[in-house]
């Protein structure tokens, strides 16, 4: 006897596939985890940041599904809605969804709004940890985030706020950063790295190191090595853009070779 239609839809109408946001890492595709690259490979969708590298998107089957949905400061963007809409579209379509995300998910990648508007509609999510553009750059040249004699801690910190919000308050920061010995890592602050250096001179000393590195990890990493009262002369004059991050502190004494005030050392 055949199942009346009615009932075979409902039985098949939500079949739940998976999602797993992965950090794709500062872009260098060896410093994917073997996580990373066992859920890249396992994916039937892929929804792909600006800022994944096609070394990444290498492990991914050639019968997967890539959908570019590009989130960049300055440029024209995916909404974060439609990226929301398209994950919840393919889970419910039962797809094995890879979000791939630059860096990791969850340090300036919005996968906390992700995860949240995904467990909100009955969708379980995975997480991949990757490495963050801050550690990957600084250790690129050399140097650490945290040093016994030099910096007790780390803070990661976006130089862009979304609209309507107030922002970090540098002045506070550079307090706070100078009596706890702390390295501050900016992220997409080249844009107003004036503003920034202006307020972060309230409480830090002008002479106080830091490196820019641009495309970290990436065959064409640029950096260059300046102080607090040079930043945004060092990015004029060294044309650097996003991404990058800025890294303040004592620990950027460092980078092998550096010299300071000397003329700034540049990756080829």
């Known amino acids: 006897m055949n ?3 009615t009932v075979i839809a409902s039985t098949t109408q939500f079949n739940p596939g998976t999602v797993t946001l992965v950090g794709a890492g500062p872009g260098d595709p060896e410093l994917l985890t073997i996580k990373a690259a066992r859920a890249i490979a ?3 969708v892929l929804l792909v940041d600006d800022l994944v590298s096609d070394g990444v998107l290498a ?3 050639p019968s997967a599904r890539i959908v570019h949905v590009g989130k960049r400061g300055g440029c024209k963007s995916t909404p974060q809605a439609f990226i929301e809409k398209l994950m ?3 889970a419910r379509e039962g797809e094995v969804v890879v979000r791939l995300k630059g860096g990791d ?4 990648g919005r996968g906390g ?5 995904l467990r909100e509609a009955g969708i379980e999510v995975q997480i991949i940890n990757g490495i963050t553009a801050g550690l990957a750059g600084l250790t690129s040249l050399g140097a650490p985030l945290t040093h016994r004699d030099h910096a007790h801690g780390v803070v990661f910190i976006t130089g862009h706020a979304k609209p309507g919000d107030a922002g970090t308050d540098w002045q506070q920061l550079a307090a706070t950063a100078r009596d706890a010995k702390l390295t501050l890592v900016i992220y997409m602050g080249v844009s107003s790295a004036e503003q920034i250096q202006a307020d972060l001179l309230t409480g830090l000393p002008a002479d106080t190191p830091l490196a ?4 970290a990890s990436l065959p064409q990493q640029r950096h260059a090595l300046s102080t607090l009262g040079e930043l945004g002369a060092t990015i004029a004059r ?3 853009g996003s991404p990058a991050v800025i890294v303040v502190g004592d620990v950027v004494r460092g980078v092998a070779a550096m010299d300071l005030p000397q003329p700034l050392s540049r990756a080829a």
Not at 113 to 117: A, F, G, K, R
Not at 212 to 215: E, N, P
Request: charged content about 15%; hydrophobic content about 55%.
């Open 3 to 5: 199942m009346p239609a």
């Open 42 to 44: 396992a994916a039937t």
């Open 59 to 61: 492990h991914a089957s």
């Open 88 to 90: 919840l579209m393919a």
């Open 105 to 108: 998910p969850f340090i300036f």
């Open 113 to 117: 709004e992700e995860v949240e508007h």
């Open 212 to 215: 820019i590195i641009q495309h």
């Open 238 to 240: 060294e044309q650097l």
